[in-house]
T-cell receptor, first 114, second 118 residues
Framework: AQTVTQSQPEMSVQEAETVTLSCTYDTSESDYYLFWYKQPPSRQMILVIR??????QNATENRFSVNFQKAAKSFSLKISDSQLGDAAMYFCAYYETSGSRLTFGEGTQLTVNP | KAGVTQTPRYLIKTRGQQVTLSCSPI?????VSWYQQTPGQGLQFLFE???????NKGNFPGRFSGRQFSNSRSEMNVSTLELGDSALYLC?????????????????FGPGTRLTVL
């Protein structure tokens, strides 16, 4: 079974600084997708960024970028120029196309200090 | 386009009762997935429905069931509630792919239903 591990239960960053959230996963599949979701206090899950496993280029969405290391099964999220609105729980997730399901990590609670 | 809606947003039940939660997907979306979120177990996949058929199921007991209607709206039912069923139940809708690497389509999540079992 695929597993996703986020080893940082909590992280904090100063406003305007950069922070990196870590994620590792385990799979025997060669084709899959990886995601970072944000869940603010409202509990609404919001997709932050996605990465297709077959793509070597790391995905970027404005201030958010990933470092995808397929051989190491590592998928970290870098948030640049952190803003107060970035404060939330962040989940790393794996999607197996055969199973049509998302497998989530435990989450990392990000605090942004003014 | 309206987002995914879930009703009710909050629910309080007692042990032994049963509960039905509803999810209306985004218009045009035919796949609905359900997830349970608890502090102890995190986010776990319950099941996925497509074209009124359960296409995938997670590791939950038979007390958890669901269905999907012809308009793609989905309901999930939990019978004989236990204290451990207290959770945030999230549903997500998507336009399902036809298989293969390109089959992923983004899952859009609803706001969730907070179930408390006393």
């Amino acid at each position: 079974a695929q597993t996703v591990t986020q080893s940082q239960p909590e992280m904090s960053v100063q406003e305007a600084e950069t922070v990196t959230l870590s994620c590792t996963y385990d799979t025997s599949e060669s084709d899959y997708y990886l995601f970072w979701y944000k869940q603010p206090p409202s509990r609404q899950m919001i997709l932050v960024i996605r990465q297709e496993a077959y793509k070597q280029q790391n995905a970027t969405e404005n201030r958010f970028s990933v470092n995808f290391q397929k051989a190491a099964k590592s998928f970290s999220l870098k948030i640049s120029d952190s803003q107060l609105g970035d404060a939330a729980m962040y989940f790393c997730a794996y999607y197996e196309t055969s199973g049509s399901r998302l497998t989530f990590g435990e989450g990392t609670q990000l605090t942004v200090n003014p | 386009k309206a987002g995914v809606t879930q009703t009710p947003r909050y629910l309080i039940k007692t042990r032994g009762q049963q509960v039905t939660l509803s999810c209306s997907p985004i218009s045009g979306h035919r796949s609905v997935s359900w997830y349970q979120q608890t502090p102890g177990q995190g986010l776990q996949f319950l099941f996925e429905y497509f074209s009124e058929t359960q296409r995938n199921k997670g590791n939950f007991p038979g007390r958890f069931s669901g269905r999907q209607f012809s308009n793609s709206r989905s309901e999930m039912n939990v019978s004989t509630l236990e204290l451990g069923d207290s959770a945030l139940y999230l549903c997500a809708s998507s336009i399902p792919g036809q298989g293969g690497l390109s089959s992923y389509n983004e899952q859009f999540f609803g706001p969730g239903t907070r179930l408390t079992v006393l």
